[in-house]
T-cell receptor, first 110, second 111 residues
Framework: QQPVQSPQAVILREGEDAVINCSSSKALYSVHWYRQKHGEAPVFLMILLKGGEQKGHEKISASFNEKKQQSSLYLTASQLSYSGTYFC???????????FGGGTRLMVKP | NAGVTQTPKFRVLKTGQSMTLLCAQDMNHEYMYWYRQDPGMGLRLIHYSVGEGTTAKGEVPDGYNVSRLKKQNFLLGLESAAPSQTSVYFCASSWTRYEQYFGPGTRLTVT
């Protein structure tokens, strides 16, 4: 079953912060985050494997609450280059495949 | 390294025609995947492979077939194209079940 992402879209000014959420109704082994710019392929940002773990990628970090089956992506001091659609992908313990959410469209304005 | 490449980049088919999309990777990855992405939507897995000679169904396998005869290549076939298969098709590869590297995509239109 597809994970649910929220919000569906967000508009920011440069320097503002944003949080994107991803939740699943099923037990998860890991959560992956990807960013896709318009007309391009998705690009890997990070993977979270354990409950409560946080990881960072420049000014982008994420957390994974295994018990709640939720992950959040934190974008701080946003830059114009952060614009794009962010997808979470969830991986179940017995699986070899990712199930992606519907995406969150992020637009950063000057 | 070219990474993941896809051939062709664009294709227009008529209903009922067949075609094969080619994905090639030069990173010696074991895992390869085919996804489709419809406008404004996320990626849906069609088929995947965990090694040469193996294939498995994903979320939306109906109407597609795949083959992985060589480790570096993963082919996606449409036997009888339908307008519902109009989409952007992405191939991806990875070492294990983790970080996936995506190709540039193939835009397919079925009329």
């Amino acid at each position: 079953q597809q994970p649910v992402q929220s919000p569906q879209a967000v508009i920011l000014r440069e320097g503002e912060d944003a949080v994107i959420n991803c939740s699943s109704s099923k037990a998860l082994y890991s959560v992956h985050w990807y960013r896709q710019k318009h007309g391009e392929a998705p690009v890997f940002l990070m993977i979270l494997l354990k409950g409560g773990e946080q990881k960072g990628h420049e000014k982008i970090s994420a957390s994974f609450n295994e018990k709640k089956q939720q992950s959040s992506l934190y974008l701080t001091a946003s830059q114009l280059s952060y614009s794009g659609t962010y997808f979470c992908g969830t991986d179940r313990p017995a699986g070899n495949m990712l199930t992606f959410g519907g995406g969150t469209r992020l637009m950063v304005k000057p | 390294n070219a990474g993941v490449t896809q051939t062709p980049k664009f294709r227009v088919l008529k209903t009922g025609q067949s075609m094969t999309l080619l994905c090639a990777q030069d990173m010696n990855h074991e895992y390869m995947y085919w996804y489709r992405q419809d406008p404004g939507m996320g990626l849906r897995l069609i088929h995947y492979s965990v090694g040469e000679g193996t294939t498995a169904k994903g979320e939306v396998p109906d109407g597609y077939n795949v083959s992985r005869l060589k480790k570096q290549n993963f082919l996606l076939g449409l036997e009888s194209a339908a307008p519902s298969q109009t989409s952007v098709y992405f191939c991806a590869s990875s070492w294990t079940r983790y970080e996936q590297y995506f190709g540039p995509g193939t835009r397919l239109t079925v009329t």
